[in-house]
């Protein structure tokens, strides 16, 4: 259709989106997040890092990701994990994994992780901790309790 620009959304359009928003998800004017405000900056991915802390030293890190602006429970992603060398093979980066997973399981319905081909370390681990993979490279996890739609 011309006329029709796609453009990078910006906060002057928070007005348009939250009246778009809320035309999407007409019957839900009840629910909590309808009543939030669909600004471009609050459309976005939320994102949560997670820590592995000795002492004052940090020896690892988890950084989980999900889209915060959506009705029903979305994908979540590992999108980073990495544990200091000297410090792997004692469940520190299971047990990020696992505190990312707790609390996206409030969120999501999926986990998935991307790994490269090479890493077969990392494969081993995400099987290890019960992610199954999907297809290669992606490795997918339903947080427990969870069921798919
Ligand atoms: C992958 C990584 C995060 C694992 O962290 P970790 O703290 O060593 O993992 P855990 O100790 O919690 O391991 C849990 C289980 O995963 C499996 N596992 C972990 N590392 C493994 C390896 N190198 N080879 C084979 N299996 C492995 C084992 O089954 C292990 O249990 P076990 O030690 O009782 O046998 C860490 O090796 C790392 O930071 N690697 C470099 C960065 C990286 O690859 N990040 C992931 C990118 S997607």
């Not at 200091?84 to 505190?99: F, H, P």
């Not at 992780?113 to 339903?142: C, M, R």
């Amino acid at each position: 259709m011309k006329g029709i620009k796609i453009e990078t959304a910006k906060e002057s359009d928070s007005e348009g989106l939250t009246r778009l928003f809320r035309k999407l998800y007409e019957g839900d004017e009840d629910k909590k997040f309808y009543s939030s405000k669909a600004s471009p900056s609050n459309v976005r991915l939320g994102s949560k890092v997670f820590v592995a802390r000795e002492n004052k030293r940090l020896v690892g890190f988890c950084w989980a990701i999900w889209y915060e602006h959506i009705k029903n429970k979305g994908v979540g992603i590992i999108e980073e994990l990495y544990v200091d060398e000297g410090y792997r093979r004692k469940g520190i980066g299971k047990r990020l994994v696992e505190a990312a997973l707790k609390f996206m399981s409030k969120k999501v319905i999926v986990v998935f992780v991307t790994t490269d081909n090479q890493l077969k370390d990392a494969q081993k681990f995400y099987e290890s901790i019960g992610f199954k993979l999907s297809h290669e490279p992606w490795y997918v996890i339903k947080p427990k309790g969870k069921k798919s739609k």
